[in-house]
């Protein structure tokens, strides 16, 4: 399968955030400043984890990870939506396009799968304190980190695959501000039930394969807690997966639904993939630096 099968149209338009040039000079200015921030909150949270020595241990190995996934998974989008904003022809070849398809993916995906470890880690955290060291060893973490690689990779690769015999015809606008699979099923004039099929499949494996580990870990987490006799035991456990536990709820909440909804042009696709691909990257860092108190310590402490 090679790029050039597609047909003779070589870009595809994308429609942007909205037609007015004043608004859209306001949205640069908004998207540029949360930009800049998610690009400020996850290097210092990264540099930070990776420069104080008190935070040097698997509880926060995986949160460094998630913050570089977060600088990876805004920039892949981002850039691209400030640079249309500024441009009257908003346009990107369909190569371009795959290339940004596949690092949505692979980016989305990771982060998933890491979720899914951070909830284990939060379970052996409250549940196994004292085996914590034996549980969570340097060579589990770094398996498991490099498992989520792997995986977020062949899904994302087996997706884009199915994309590139994709064909546009004459009506080659996307009703989007990137380049999302589902965004371009309803140009493409190949039949796409395949590839709808495909990567509903790949949702539900990737999306409900990381959400059932993180359900069944906090369901023995709630469980621990519960047994607790000491409120404030309770209230430490519970602050120690807060911060996951939120990331969980912001991640998982409307990018699964985004994937699972049939492709359409609706104003719910682009608040949706808003929310996943810009906010969510910018609050990650904040909640794990404000909910959590020796990262909170270890600010003050480089501060």
């Not at 080659?172 to 309803?186: G, R, V």
């Not at 909440?253 to 906010?279: A, E, F, K, T």
Request: net charge neutral.
């Amino acid at each position: 399968m090679a790029l050039r099968n597609h047909s003779t149209i070589s870009e595809v338009v994308l429609m942007g955030l909205s037609d007015d040039p004043h608004v859209q000079a306001l949205l640069f200015v908004l998207f540029l400043e949360i930009y800049l921030l998610t690009l400020t909150e996850n290097l210092t949270l990264l540099l930070l984890i990776r420069a104080d020595s008190h935070l040097h241990m698997p509880m926060y190995f995986f949160p460094s990870h998630l913050s570089f996934l977060d600088l990876c998974f805004s920039s892949v989008t981002v850039p691209k939506l400030l640079k249309d904003l500024l441009s009257e022809k908003k346009t990107i070849s369909v190569e371009g396009c795959l290339a940004l398809v596949f690092f949505v993916f692979l980016s989305a995906g990771n982060e998933a799968c890491l979720l899914s470890v951070m909830s284990y880690d939060c379970s052996a955290t409250i549940c196994h304190p004292l085996l914590y060291g034996q549980v969570m060893s340097n060579q589990l973490c770094e398996r498991l980190l490099w498992g989520s690689w792997s995986l977020a990779s062949l899904n994302a690769l087996v997706i884009v695959l199915f994309g590139v015999d994709l064909n546009f015809c004459d009506a080659h606008t996307i009703h989007h501000y990137t380049c999302e699979l589902s965004s371009l099923f309803p140009v493409s004039c190949s039949a796409v039930s395949m590839n709808v099929s495909i990567l509903s499949f790949s949702t539900v494996i990737l999306g409900l394969g990381n959400f059932l580990p993180i359900f069944f870990s906090y369901a023995r987490i709630i469980r621990n807690i519960l047994s607790m006799s000491s409120s404030t035991s309770r209230s430490k456990a519970f602050s120690t997966c807060s911060s996951h536990l939120i990331a969980v709820i912001l991640f998982f909440g409307l990018g699964l639904i985004r994937y699972l909804l049939p492709p359409s042009s609706s104003s719910l696709d682009l608040i949706s993939s808003l929310q996943y691909s810009v906010v969510t990257p910018t609050l990650n860092p904040l909640i794990y630096i404000l909910k959590n108190k020796e990262v909170k310590t270890a600010v003050r402490r480089s501060l």
